[in-house]
C-alpha cells in the first residue's frame, strides 16, 4: 500500500491510498484500503475486468482457504490480495 501526503498544509484529509489488487487475475487499483465487496468489483469493472456488479466476490487467502465477500461488506486489502469474482449460481 502506498500512501500519498496531502500537500494542503492544516488539511483534515486523509492521505491518499493505493492499493493494488488481482480480480481474476487482472491488476486493479483500490484507493482505500477498506472497501467493500461491492466497491471493488465496480472499480475491477471501471478498470475493464470482464466481469458484472452481481457476480460473487471470493478473497483468496494462500494458506487460509477462501471466503465470499458480500457487497456491503467492508475487506482490509493490502497490495497483491487475489480476488476471484464468478456469476452468481442459478439453482431455480
Do not use: C, W, Y
Amino acid at each position: 500500500m502506498t500512501q500519498v501526503s496531502n500537500p494542503v498544509e492544516g488539511a483534515d484529509h486523509k492521505p491518499a491510498v493505493k492499493v493494488v489488487v488481482e480480480v481474476n487475475n487482472d491488476k486493479v487499483t483500490l484507493h482505500e484500503d477498506r472497501p467493500t465487496g461491492a466497491e471493488i468489483k465496480a472499480a475491477a469493472i471501471a478498470q475493464g475486468v470482464p466481469i458484472q456488479p452481481t457476480f460473487q466476490l471470493i478473497l483468496k487467502k494462500p494458506g487460509h482457504g477462501s471466503r465470499v465477500i458480500g457487497d456491503n461488506e467492508e475487506v482490509h486489502v493490502r497490495d497483491g490480495d487475489k480476488f476471484r469474482a464468478i456469476p452468481p449460481d442459478d439453482n431455480s
